[in-house]
C-alpha cells in the first residue's frame, strides 16, 4: 500500500514537474517567439523609414521636374499638353524632304483620315503605322482643298502671283490663304544664302551660346521634331532652311496650330545671339523657329528668339537693352508669359 501509495505520488509529481517545465519551455518558447516577431517589427520599421525616406527623395525630384516643367512651360508662356492624344508627330525625313509638284516640301506623316481632300503619297513615312502617310495638305482647311483641286492653305507671301483666295482657310492666322499655285520657299535645301550659313554656323560654334536640343521640354508633341534650337541651327550652317514645329498647341486654353514647313532664321536673329555673347553674356536659345507660338509670332518667320538665363547672373535687362538697340522689340520678367525669359523680335 505504501509503495504504491508513494509510485501515485511519484508519478504525481512526474506529471506536475514536467507540466511545470513544459510551462516553462512554452513561456520559453513563447518569449523566444517574443522578442523573434519583436526583432522581425523592428526590421519591418526600418525598411519602412527608408522606404519613407526613398519616398520622401523621389517626392523632392518629383517636385523639382514638376516645378522645373512648370516654369518652362509658363515662361514660354504658350504650350500645354494634350495628353490625350500622346503619339508621335514627327514627319519622317523622306516626307519632309519630298518635293511635291503642286505643294512643294510641304508633306507631314499623318493619319489618311486626317489628310484634307486626301493629297497624300505612300510609302514616305516608313517608320509610322500604315494608315499615316506623306499629306501634303495637312497644314490646310478642308473649305481650301474642297474648294480648289489645288488649293492649299499658305502664306500669301509664299503663293506665286497673289493666286489665292480669301476666306478659305478659316483656321489659320490672317496671312496665310487658299493658294492654287505651287508656293515658294518651302524646301529645306533651297537654303537662306551663304551670309546667312556663315552667322549661323558662328552661332553653333560659339561657346556662350547653347541651345536646346529637344523641343519635348515645352510640349510632349514637340519631342524630337526637327524644330529645336539646335537643329534650327544646324540646319541653316549646314545650308538648308530652319525647321518650324507642325502640330496643334493649346494656348490660354485655345487651340492654336503651328505651321510646319520651313523658313530662313533672318540676319538680325542671328546677329543679336552673337552680339550678346561677345558682350560675355551666357545664354540659352530657348526657341527660335519651333516650338509653340501665338498664331501671329514672329517666330515663324525666321524673326524672334526666345533665351534664357545659362548661369545665375542675371542679365534680362541687358538682354532686353541690346534688343531694343538693335532695332528689336522686347518681353522680358514684368511681361505677361516672360517671367522667366525674354523673348526679342525684330520687324
Ligand atoms: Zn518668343
Not at 231 to 247: E, H, L, P, V
Request: charged share 25%; glycine share 6%.
Amino acid at each position: 500500500m505504501m509503495i504504491r501509495l508513494c509510485m501515485v505520488l511519484v508519478a504525481v509529481m512526474f506529471v506536475f514537474v514536467s507540466k511545470i517545465s513544459a510551462q516553462s519551455n512554452s513561456e520559453e518558447l513563447q518569449e523566444k517567439r517574443g522578442q523573434k516577431v519583436l526583432r522581425k517589427l523592428e526590421e519591418l520599421l526600418e525598411v519602412k523609414e527608408l522606404l519613407d525616406l526613398l519616398k520622401e527623395d523621389s517626392n523632392d525630384m518629383n517636385d523639382e521636374q514638376d516645378n522645373k516643367r512648370t516654369e518652362e512651360t509658363i515662361e514660354l508662356g504658350t504650350s500645354e499638353e494634350l495628353d490625350e492624344e500622346r503619339r508621335d508627330y514627327s514627319t519622317d525625313y523622306d516626307c519632309a524632304h519630298r518635293d511635291h509638284p503642286d505643294y512643294g516640301c510641304v508633306g507631314k506623316c499623318i493619319a489618311t483620315s486626317k489628310c484634307p481632300g486626301n493629297h497624300y503619297i505612300s510609302n514616305l513615312c516608313p517608320n509610322k503605322p500604315a494608315d499615316v502617310k506623306c499629306c501634303f495638305t495637312a497644314n490646310s482647311d478642308s473649305q481650301c482643298t474642297s474648294g480648289f483641286s489645288d488649293g492649299h492653305c499658305i502664306a500669301t507671301s509664299q503663293c506665286p502671283n497673289n493666286d489665292y483666295v480669301s476666306n478659305y482657310c478659316p483656321t489659320k492666322p490672317p496671312g496665310v490663304k487658299c493658294c492654287r499655285s505651287k508656293p515658294t520657299d518651302t524646301c529645306p535645301n533651297d537654303g537662306c544664302g551663304s551670309s546667312l550659313k556663315t552667322k549661323a554656323c558662328n552661332v553653333k560654334s560659339n561657346s556662350n551660346i547653347r541651345l536646346r536640343d529637344n523641343n519635348s521640354v515645352f510640349n510632349s508633341k514637340g519631342n524630337n521634331d526637327g524644330a529645336d534650337a539646335t537643329s534650327n541651327i544646324a540646319d541653316m550652317c549646314n545650308g538648308k532652311k530652319s525647321k518650324r514645329s507642325s502640330y496643334d498647341c493649346v494656348i490660354s486654353g485655345v487651340t492654336v496650330p503651328t505651321p510646319g514647313g520651313w523658313v530662313c532664321i533672318q540676319a538680325k536673329v542671328l546677329d543679336y545671339l552673337i552680339a550678346l555673347a561677345n558682350d560675355g553674356h551666357d545664354i540659352l536659345v530657348n526657341t527660335i523657329t519651333g516650338a509653340c507660338h501665338s498664331k501671329t509670332s514672329k517666330h515663324y518667320s525666321g524673326l524672334a528668339v526666345d533665351i534664357q538665363k545659362e548661369s545665375s547672373a542675371s542679365n534680362y535687362q541687358a538682354w532686353m537693352t541690346k534688343c531694343t538697340s538693335m532695332g528689336g522689340t522686347a518681353y522680358g520678367p514684368g511681361d505677361a508669359g516672360h517671367a522667366n525669359h525674354v523673348h526679342c523680335h525684330f520687324p
